[in-house]
């Protein structure tokens, strides 16, 4: 009776605790480097046509620079969250991001051939300043505060990105039609400045060791974890980065295509806005119930029925049925997915390695995330110019989602401890406080 009264109690502490933070990173996460570019770079394609004459691909190859490089400056980003604590590092980048994302607006005016070349770098300063300021550190945070009602935190947070692709998108086309492209980078920098960053100066931080959840530390009270050397020697990370390779390659290009998918369905921009929106609630509540899952279950089964769904979603987008209800269904599976994905990274590397070195092996599993999704639109657009349909690829999607899915059944139990010999790696954890 006793024990059945502790474990109900345990999770409601977890949230008394640590919902300022949760709050605080949920903005963190919606104003930071992982959403904004992805919702703003569409609104600049017209306007930067018009005033350079440059062509759709040179406009959105920004993306791509922007991807790659955050990418693989991921586990440095992490280390650092490691070493000197997360709250120093999301802050800076903060700052960061916010600053050289407004910087895009100085932009010269010119029609000079360096002009892109200039676009290009200051897209480049994002990408290398950006990362601390996406799930790579506030999860970090999150999962230090959680771990009974650890998957619904982390669902929690990641619906920051639901949270932008509400508001950041109304807020650029905006600025667009009233101050132009250049004011539109200035002011949708306010996000991450002028909101993200001082509510994140006064109540972001990681808890003190006593406050921590007991489950996370050793017998001395530290953090207990695995390092990145013996993680990339153990064949379960190469099963989770692999799993999210093949999934982020198959959904990448699904998402950033998808207007034009719907529109080879002889769907108008309006219809294909309502699907977009559609997929938006699919991703909101993919997370949300993914996380309640992963608190009641293990990840293998609840991660493969679910990532699973967008192979559903892609037999639906194939051909040209011009049908409403097949297409938003499509729309909804693939935007679940897409949040249960989103979930699994932080979680997994958590409850596989622990929290001593979890910044450093979020940020090599982050990276096979940020490769695939920057390579997979530009591979999806060139099957539909070669081939004058999308069904190729998403016939090849199809089989990625359910192998990316299976990948993840042969991951076996959670460590119940991680191994005795890390023990002596151990290093008291940064709590922010500076």
């Known amino acids: 009776m006793n024990n059945s009264v502790e474990a109900d109690t345990a999770p409601r502490g977890e949230f008394s605790l640590g919902w300022k933070v949760l709050i605080v990173s949920v903005l963190g996460v919606a104003f930071g480097a992982s959403p904004i570019p992805f919702n703003v770079i569409g609104f600049t394609v017209e306007p930067l046509m018009e005033e350079f004459q440059w062509s759709r691909t040179q406009i959105l190859f920004p993306i791509t620079i922007f991807g790659v490089i955050a990418s693989l400056l991921a586990p440095a980003f992490g280390w650092m969250a490691d070493r000197y604590g997360v709250r120093r590092v999301a802050l800076f980048s903060l700052l960061a991001f916010g600053t050289a994302f407004a910087a895009i ?34 999860s970090r945070a999150v999962n230090m505060w959680f771990f009974k009602r650890k998957g619904l935190a982390l669902g929690i947070l990641l619906m920051g990105t639901s949270l932008a692709a509400i508001i950041v998108p109304q807020i650029a086309s905006w600025a667009i039609e009233n101050h132009g492209w250049r004011a539109m980078f200035a002011i949708v920098a306010g996000f991450p400045l002028l909101i993200a960053l001082p509510l994140g100066f006064l109540f972001f931080r990681e808890p003190r060791p006593e406050e921590r959840p007991k489950e996370l530390g050793g017998a001395s ?34 998402f950033i295509n998808m207007v034009p998918i719907l529109g080879d369905h002889g769907l108008d921009t309006a219809t294909a806005a309502n699907v977009m929106t559609i997929l938006g609630l699919g991703i909101l509540s993919g997370r949300i119930i993914t996380g309640i899952l992963l608190d009641k279950f293990w990840a293998g089964f609840v991660a493969f029925p679910l990532l699973c769904l967008p192979a559903i979603s892609s037999y639906l987008l194939l051909g040209t049925d011009t049908t409403f209800l097949p297409v938003a269904v499509g729309g909804f599976l693939l935007g679940f997915a897409a949040g249960a994905e989103s979930d699994l990274i ?9 929290m001593l070195n979890y910044g450093k092996i979020y940020g090599m599993l982050y990276m096979p995330f940020g490769l695939a999704s920057a390579a997979s639109p530009l591979a999806y657009a060139y099957v539909r110019d070669t081939y004058g349909s999308y069904d190729p690829i998403l016939t090849v999607a199809i089989f990625m989602y359910v192998i990316g899915g299976a ?28």
């Open 221 to 254: 009270g530290q953090l207990t974890g695995v390092t990145l050397g013996a993680a990339l020697k153990d064949y379960r990370f190469w099963l989770i980065w692999l799993s999210i390779l093949v999934i982020a390659f198959a959904f990448g290009g699904a």
């Open 105 to 138: 607006a100085l932009t010269p005016t010119s029609n000079a051939a360096s002009t892109l070349y200039i676009y290009y770098g200051l897209w480049m300063v994002v990408g290398l300043v950006g990362i601390g300021s996406t799930p790579v550190t506030w």
């Open 407 to 434: 990948l993840l059944l042969f991951l076996g139990r959670y460590p119940d401890a991680f191994p005795a010999e890390n023990e002596a790696e151990l290093i008291p954890a940064a709590t922010g406080a500076a």
């Open 346 to 354: 932080a979680y997994l590397a958590s409850r596989y390695f622990g």
